[in-house]
């Protein structure tokens, strides 16, 4: 009776753990479904946004085209009126102080 006994103590311990580590592995399924549902979430904003900036950037390229342009045209005169300086520096000179 004292063994039957003790094997019963020992079939209920293992079940206690068993539903211990059931429980804990529940836990850790749910947890990971969530991260999942998470990253889902995550990751249709991030395409969102991969979307919002692959249309962008053509809009950038084209600014950024006509900046250069700009600023090319800005540097032409000047670029004129100091190679006149630079080709008749005396003349220069002379009119700047007239």
Known sequence: MT???????????????FAAVAR???NIV?????QSEQLARTLLLLSGLIAEVREGLPIIEQRIGQMIARSEQGVRPNQETLGAVSRHPAESIQATRA
């Open 30 to 34: 749910g947890t990971v479904n969530n």
């Open 3 to 17: 063994e039957a006994a003790l094997r019963f103590t020992d079939i209920v311990n293992t079940a206690s753990e």
């Open 24 to 26: 804990s592995l529940q």
